[in-house]
């Protein structure tokens, strides 16, 4: 069974610049979260998708976005990028979280490295 | 709102020693708790949960956790470390209700196993 999939591996983009990060669930899976894993600040909860709809959102402010597709992949977008937005941005996905089902087992993909120059 | 301290951001022990990692957590419902582990330029993997019954939870590699309420933890152990237990262990809190989906993670603890 192929695990959760990032793309790109890295990725330097420079200030005021968009990325776009990339993650492909496990088959049957159809929740996706994405983390931003900082230096020094640990793994901070970016958003959750669920069935092609927002359900949960961290602390960050709106330049960070994302989307759910309909084969449950998942696209984070971060807007006007600023230096500090550099990092290890890791993406998990399990199986249906609809009704809140937090224990569910979260796998996490290898990561996409977003360096800010 | 949920939080996780782990105490000690550095940890050391001999090849064979006892493991003890710590997690202290606090949640205004009743948590659900996990434990991650890191290893170099990977992602995370679930060594291990909490969610109802048994308090005692065994994981994989031989590691095993305790939830104790009345201490608000969530303490790792391994009886004997072996050197391919060096990573960086995460402790994680989730809830259901509006944080529903929202894991809270500790900011980790660097284990290194001295030969």
């Known amino acids: 069974e192929a695990g959760v999939t990032q793309s790109p591996t ?18 049957g899976h159809t929740s996706v979260y994405w983390y931003q894993q ?6 901070q ?13 961290g602390n960050f402010p709106p330049r960070f976005s994302g989307r759910q597709f309909p084969n449950y992949s998942s696209e984070l977008n971060v807007n006007a990028l600023e230096l500090e937005d550099s990092a290890l941005y890791l993406c998990a996905s399990s199986l249906n979280g609809r009704g809140g ?14 360096t800010v120059l | 709102a949920q939080s996780v301290t782990q105490l000690g951001s550095h940890v050391s022990v001999s090849e064979g020693a006892l493991v003890l990692l710590r997690c202290n957590y606090s949640s205004s419902v009743p948590p659900y708790l996990f434990w991650y582990v890191q290893y170099p330029n990977q992602g995370l993997q679930l060594l291990l949960k909490y969610t109802t019954g048994a308090t005692l939870v065994k994981g994989i590699n031989g590691f095993e956790a305790e939830f104790k309420k ?9 009886p004997s ?25 500790g900011d980790g603890t660097t284990l290194t196993v001295k030969p």
Request: aromatic share 12%.
């Open chain 1, 10 to 27: 890295h990725l330097i983009k420079t200030r005021g610049q968009q990325a776009t990060l990339r993650c492909s669930p496990i088959s």
């Open chain 1, 38 to 43: 900082a230096l020094g600040l640990g793994l």
């Open chain 1, 45 to 57: 909860f970016l958003l959750w998708y669920d069935e092609g709809e927002e359900r949960n959102r």
């Open chain 1, 101 to 114: 089902y937090p224990y569910n087992e979260q796998f996490f993909g290898p990561g996409t490295r977003l």
């Open chain 2, 70 to 78: 009345s201490e608000t933890s969530f303490h790792l152990t391994k």
């Open chain 2, 81 to 105: 470390a072996h050197m391919s237990d060096a990573a960086e262990y995460f402790c994680a809190v989730s809830e259901s209700g509006p944080n529903a989906g929202k894991s809270t993670f």
